[in-house]
């Protein structure tokens, strides 16, 4: 599982790097970028999805 | 003149009427049951969605809604009426495309780095309102706490002398809550915001410094400096969003947990839970509630909109939308999933968020830290703000223990 962030449906609410800023981090806007490249391990799952289930613009997708 | 009460809220919707002041939440309940878009002859025509799919689909969509005004009043501007007070603010009254433009010189200054920065200045400000309070156990948490911490952020932001406080609150007041003043009066109100904001201006052009207001009048739109309306709106919108906002739900939080002692008692003994319950709180009483203007006369879910007529954007109806959130009307802080939208969706999102966020997070830390038990002293005495800000404006508050 990977993380899929659709840069056009960020509005930098930032929820994502506040609850998982080992995966995510702010530009210098507040946009979000992702940090981490390629599959995800356990732990990373586990916060990519709380990260992606508090997206108000369901911006970030975690899958294949 | 009085106005008539509300008898119906699908077909007379009116966001003034005590009704709706007194507990919102029952009334967007009941229209989401049987008319979850309500429409109103008052104000010149407005239409008020209460689920999140259709509040969201408006948010997101600036080609039939425009933001040229996002607060309902008794004025219906078209396109060549002088804008109403509040009309030109930079760019949470912009549309596309020169709203990117407007909000791309703002966003950094208020991105999470900068705000951050903000922290030390927060702690000293909330420990010093709370030291002044005394040894008495009776307080009033709005009058002598909330509303002071967003006036002295944003002043301190804008370069604006700390002790101007009480003068921007009576300014946002008037923009806010006087909603139902005549236009003229509206406009009249607007004079004495626009003669100390010009002096900040003109004082700030002689004598640059270090802060948001500089920063303005040094920013360049295509190597152009910003107009001076344009300078002058956005200090306008700074002042008015970022105070009685924050200031609402700070108040609203400490409300809640004044009213839920167990709520309260889980924080006080695991402080980690505060983040996850400031968001459950911004969910649950959102302060904010936006509005648009409809471009074109166009069908929206069944609804005729006309031009002009007007769109209450309710965040605070989107967030209790049980189709959206698993127990919408019920208050869990430790929530997991919340998608909430206090801070609007789409590319209006609150500027301030960061901002908000960190106040609210030093604000009840450092409430809640000094006195871990405290209760609402007299039910009576809470009043609650009317109009598109809701918030705590009195809470009379008894505090049981101090730390």
Redesign the interface.
Known sequence: MKIHLDADKC????RC??LAPELFE?????NAVVRVEGELNGDQLKAAN?AA??????AIVIGV | MEKQPVLDFATDFDHTDPTWVADPYAVMEDLRDRCPIAHSERYGGMWVPVLQKDVAAIANDTEHFTSRNIIVNNGRPGEDAPPAPIGVAPPISSDPPFHAIARHLLLSAFAPKPINALEGYSVELCSSLLDAMGDRNEIDAATEYTQHIPVALIAKMLGLPPEDGDLFREFVHIIIEGVDLPVEERIAAFAPIEQYLSAVIDDHRLNPREDLTSYLLNAEIAGQPLLPEHVFGTMVLLVVAGIDTTWSAIGSSLWHLANNPEDLARIVADPELLPAAIEEFLRAYAPVTMARLVKEDFEFEGCPMKADDWVLLSFPAANRDPEFFDRANEVVIDREINRHSAFGLGIHRCLGSNLARLEMNVAIASFIERFPKFEIADSAGVTFSQGQVRGPRTLPIRILERA
Do not use: A, K, V
């Not at chain 1, 702010?26 to 507040?30: A, F, I, T």
């Not at chain 1, 289930?53 to 369901?58: A, D, I, L, V």
């Open positions: 509005q930098g609410h930032g790097y506040t702010s530009d210098d806007l507040g709380l289930g508090n997206c108000p613009e369901f």
